[in-house]
């Protein structure tokens, strides 16, 4: 929930918002129109099986161990106060579990001189943030670009992503966001007249399926589908519709065709759809939290599949859109 007192406030006061950022990626252009810049928020009540950012997943800061550009300096294992790194340079990981709440939080990062040992998540301000995005105004005016809110799911800090949001909007920078679909409505209904452009995942339309996959069922994310559906008119915003393929579980025709008929059905405002095949990148991040990546042994499907399930949206006069 956003407080009412936010929702009233002025401009000083959102940009006092402080939120948990993993990432901002300067010049992207998969994430909508033009030259963009996205900031990854931390946090996100799905846990989806195949997801290419784990590192967002929790809404507070962790470490991360690269060893592959690792020279042995041993100066993780000494600079560590609570003796959680062994002589193989292996966090235990329980013994770090609380460490951001620490006052010498990640001390092992500290001299860990190649970056290979890092921290993800930054608490930040709205403030620190535009400071950051401003910097790029004169490539979105030129691209047609702007500022790109993903996560983990942005709306799992509904307040931040609101004051964030809404600062943009009031300095006429386009804005676009990456939602999973699952948080609460009413921040769905704040932060939609400050979007000009919407991504929403649909998975599954199997709820049990989607529950086996993700750690929760689709009712909720189906529902704010809908109701986002619903106000585009009132906004004018874009709104698509994301469905990641996943072999085994979402990739079968008839799985597709439900989410068309669902789409063509419920949701007459949708500007388009995207298939997006499954790929491995954020493999090599899950074993950095010292995380196993259960998915090794999938493999991405064929460019012939992802016509073929393309194919089955175009039957639904549903404009096909790649970003
Ligand atoms: S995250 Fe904290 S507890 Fe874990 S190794 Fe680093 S300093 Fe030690
Ligand atoms: S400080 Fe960095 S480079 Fe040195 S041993 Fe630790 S992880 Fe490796
Ligand atoms: S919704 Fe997105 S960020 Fe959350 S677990 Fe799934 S893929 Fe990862």
Redesign the pocket.
């Known amino acids: 929930m956003i407080r009412e007192e936010l929702l009233k406030s002025n401009i000083d006061t959102l940009l006092l918002q402080e939120g948990c950022s993993a990432n901002i990626e300067r010049y992207a252009i998969n994430d909508g129109s033009g030259v963009r810049t996205t900031v990854f928020l931390k946090g996100c009540h799905l846990r989806c099986r195949w997801c290419s950012n784990p590192e967002t997943q929790k809404f507070y800061p962790e470490m991360n161990?690269?060893?592959d550009?690792?020279?042995?300096?041993?100066?993780?294992?000494h600079?560590c106060p609570y003796g959680a790194?062994g002589k193989d340079?292996i966090a235990d990981r329980e013994k770090c579990k609380e460490c951001y709440k620490k006052e010498d939080a990640f001390a092992?990062?500290k001299?860990?001189?190649?970056?290979?040992?890092k921290v993800t998540g930054d608490k930040l301000t709205v403030k620190q943030i535009y400071d950051i995005v401003k910097r790029d105004v004169p490539f979105y005016e030129a691209s047609g670009g702007g500022v790109t809110i993903s996560g983990g799911e942005p709306l799992a800090q509904p307040e931040f992503t609101y004051a964030l949001l809404r600062t943009l909007t009031e300095r006429w920078i386009n804005t676009a966001i990456e939602t999973c679909g699952f948080a609460e409505k009413e921040g769905y209904e704040n932060i939609v007249p400050y979007l000009d452009t919407i991504f929403m995942d649909i998975k599954q339309m199997d709820s049990a399926k989607h529950r086996a996959w993700t750690g929760q069922g689709n009712e909720k994310i189906l529902e704010n589908i809908k109701r986002v559906n619903d106000l585009v008119p009132v906004y004018g915003n874009n709104l698509f519709i994301r469905i990641p393929i996943i072999p085994g579980f979402n990739d079968q025709p008839d799985e597709v065709e439900a989410t068309a008929r669902f789409v063509a059905k419920e949701c007459k405002n949708v500007k388009g759809m995207e298939l997006l095949p499954y790929h491995k990148l954020g493999r090599g991040k899950y074993y950095s939290l010292g995380r196993k990546y259960e998915l090794e042994e999938l493999v991405s499907p064929a460019s012939e599949k992802m016509y073929e399930l393309n194919e089955i949206l175009a039957g639904y006069d549903i404009p096909i859109f790649k970003f």
């Open positions: 161990f690269f060893p550009k690792c020279i042995a300096c041993m100066n993780c294992v600079n790194i340079l092992c990062t001299k860990c001189y190649v970056n290979c040992r």
